[in-house]
């Protein structure tokens, strides 16, 4: 193979010509352990989500009412069902790229019986974007690397279950983050030619991500020495300086100097070491960053993080090498673009955009929005822990690996940034298990030869023995997550939905208490022409109508002392929907629904029509009709 030493008739180590590594063909991918691996993840969610069972939390069912309507109706200009408030204006979808892929799937026949088969296909999708990101920036990772997913985290496993747009997003985004870091090292030169006479080629750059296939041709090397049929280590030393001194041979040469000291992945000084990728002075494919860009922010709307994680793998450039990398930064943005301008919502989607990546989080930190979406709440430290504790094991090892290791802080900078925010979102918290995966996958190389000479070198990969280690903890993660599966399947709000339909007419206003509890109603209720408060997120209430979000958020805080004139002002609505233990956060459970209650009372007292169920339905949900 080209780029590896071999014997002369003589029994001589010789350097074939155009040894430098540049030329090695790109390594392989093990399909069979590809296959294995994507089988086990397959088993492991069929277990958790069988078929035909109800889909689990209330996202899956916005994503089968999105796919239904856009299979039946093609994009709608406006859903009124969706408006989030009666007022319903220009209607944009946040996750457009997963309604049309469940509109093709199923089209008008697509129901919740699909939404586990579509589940499974989308765990699947983002372990193979996950493997891409392995094989851009370390060409010889093993699929195993894949098996340590589920064995970080039980919120990845548990918010893999729901049919969700972020499982989609995420095949993009961990590729999208491989590209860019790549884009950083190509256009600074760190990984092709550092300039002569710096810190970096005097002593091997700290940063330099050490998948090149310098690295790589180093392992060959050694490996070669380890074989019984070649000659001892000191006689292959001997063997080695008495080479011209080709390019090749140099590294191998400072490589296993390095590697006496422990120090086995420095960059290789002089040796020609190039990109494994690209042939001899190329760089990074640039349409591979503009085109994952492209495809991230067409499926999904949260661009303020991939925005950040190219700032970020900037800032690494700029610390490393003293010059801040603005060619990832330029192609994101340019990608933004045609993402705009190709979906079928613009300019509606200006507004969400905004809303969602800007104006949202600036009113969160200004305390303007007291009631924010669940994703973005911190877990408490025991569940945190209970849930969690691999993956935080793994985020504080991986700075220790990465000044070991030699992992780029390109890489390392938005790693860290999204675990570190995990801790106050969820959302950020199922993100950061694929990323801190792939720091992972980059920066641990062990080589057990270093510490004994007698044994073989081990291989850039995972090895098989670490199954041992790693079934069994993935397993115990997603048995973990079992129960809270469990608890996140609604059927019953199927049930309030045949009692809204039974009693609903067209344009009446249903007011829910969460706004989560609506995704399964709009879908139970499709033609009745009823309307929602709330639905996914009331962002978009907060920034379509002020006033309606804030009376929405004085009831739900108890801060009405008259919640139901509050409604009636804001929404007059028909149909009030609501959780028996509905209170506001730090109050005794049900403080909400009895205040509403008592409300009720006093409406009936004045002859104002309040019709109820016998019962909570399910044992949970409260539903109330006023006749005013």
């Known amino acids: 193979m080209p780029g590896r030493l071999s014997r002369d008739q003589g029994g001589k180590l010789t350097s074939p010509p155009n040894s430098s590594p540049l030329l090695r063909a790109r390594p392989g991918v093990d399909l069979l352990t590809l296959a294995g691996v994507l089988a086990v993840l397959f088993l492991a969610f069929v277990w958790l989500v069988p078929p035909g069972s109800v889909p689990v939390g209330f996202d899956a069912w916005w994503s089968l009412f999105l796919g239904k309507t856009l299979a039946s109706q093609g994009f709608p200009s406006s859903i009124p069902a969706a408006g989030w408030t009666p007022y319903a204006e220009h209607f944009a979808d946040k996750h457009l790229l997963l309604s049309g892929l469940l509109a093709l799937a199923y089209g008008k026949d697509l129901g919740p019986e699909h939404a ?34 589920p ?52 002593k091997g750059d700290s940063h330099v991500l050490p998948s090149s296939s310098a690295v790589d041709a180093k392992e060959d090397s050694k490996a070669k020495r380890d074989t019984p049929s070649l000659p001892s280590a000191q006689d292959t030393k001997e063997d080695t300086h008495s080479l011209p001194s080709a390019p090749e ?38 349409w591979r960053t503009f085109l994952l860009s492209l495809a991230y922010c067409y499926s999904h ?31 994101l943005l340019l990608a933004w673009i045609p993402a705009l301008l190709l979906r079928p919502d613009f300019p509606a989607n200006l507004k969400l955009l905004g809303l969602m990546n800007f104006g949202m989080p600036w009113a969160i930190l200004q305390g303007e929005l007291r009631v924010v979406p669940t994703e973005f709440l911190p877990y408490s430290l025991g569940d945190l822990l ?28 938005p790693i860290l940034f999204v675990l570190l925010g995990g801790l106050a979102s969820r959302r950020l918290l199922e993100v950061a298990a694929p990323l801190v995966l792939l720091g992972l996958a980059c920066a641990w190389r062990p080589r057990l030869s270093a510490l004994r000479p007698g044994l073989p070198a081990l291989q850039p990969r995972l090895p098989a023995w670490t199954l041992a280690l790693l079934l069994p903890l993935g397993w115990l993660q997603v048995r973990a997550a079992r129960p809270s599966v469990e608890a996140n399947r609604f059927p019953a709000l199927q049930e309030v939905a045949t009692w809204l339909r039974a009693n609903g007419r067209p344009g009446e206003v249903v007011w829910v208490s969460d706004w989560g509890l609506s995704s399964p109603l709009i879908y139970g209720t499709v033609g009745t022409g009823l309307v929602f408060t709330g639905v996914m997120d009331p962002t978009l209430m907060w920034g ?37 233990r509905e209170a506001p956060p730090g109050q005794a459970a049900g403080t909400t629904a009895a205040r509403l209650y008592e409300g009720l009372k006093r409406l009936q ?24």
């Open 116 to 149: 586990a088969p579509l589940i499974w296909g989308l765990v699947l999708l983002q372990a193979l974007g996950l493997f891409w990101a392995l094989r851009i920036l370390r060409p010889t990772a093993s699929p195993l690397w894949l098996l340590l997913l």
């Open 151 to 202: 064995a970080l985290s039980s919120t990845w496993v548990f918010r893999s279950t729901a049919l969700r747009d972020l499982p989609l997003a995420l095949a993009f985004l961990a590729p999208l983050l491989a590209s860019l870091v790549q884009d950083a090292q190509d256009a600074k030169g760190d990984i092709h030619s550092p300039p002569p006479g710096s810190a970096g080629n005097a």
């Open 249 to 286: 041979a140099k590294g191998d040469v400072e490589a296993r100097g390095n590697s006496a000291k422990g120090d086995t992945h420095a960059w290789i000084p002089g040796s020609g070491a190039g990109h494994p990728r690209a042939p001899e002075g190329g760089r990074a494919p640039r």
């Open 301 to 331: 709307g949260a661009w303020l993080l991939p925005l950040l994680c190219a700032v970020l793998v900037g800032l690494g450039a700029r610390l490393q090498r003293g010059k801040f990398a603005f060619r990832p930064l330029g192609l």
């Open 386 to 413: 209970r849930w969690n504790a691999p993956l935080l094991l793994a985020g504080l090892a991986l700075p220790l690996l990465a000044k070991a290791r030699r992992l780029p802080l390109s890489l390392l900078l």
């Open 544 to 580: 379509e109508a002020p006033g309606a979000w804030r009376a929405w958020q004085e009831v739900k805080l108890g801060l009405s002392e008259d919640p139901l004139e509050t409604l009636r002002r804001a929404f007059h609505p028909r149909f009030l929907i609501l959780p028996v």
């Open 605 to 628: 007292s004045k002859g104002v029509p309040v019709q109820t169920t016998a019962r909570p339905i399910g044992g949970r949900w409260l539903c109330y009709r006023i006749g005013w």
